[in-house]
């Protein structure tokens, strides 16, 4: 994932949002699914830190 690409999208009161990066990384975990009911602040994915390219 790149800085600013989308990860979620959250539907609220009909309306819908969609949750960017704030930093690059790989996605390590989901921790919801499609239609769950979320509590405002619950972690919805977990970013991790992107493992670096081997030189050579």
């Known amino acids: 994932m790149e800085v600013g690409e989308g990860l979620v999208v959250v539907e609220a ?3 819908e949002n969609e949750l960017r990066a704030t930093h ?3 996605v390590a975990q989901i921790h919801v699914k499609a239609g769950d009911r979320v ?3 619950a972690p919805l994915v ?3 830190a992107e493992p670096t390219q081997p030189s050579g």
């Open 13 to 15: 009161m009909k309306m």
């Open 24 to 26: 690059r990384g790989i």
């Open 39 to 41: 509590e405002k602040g």
């Open 46 to 48: 977990t970013l991790s």
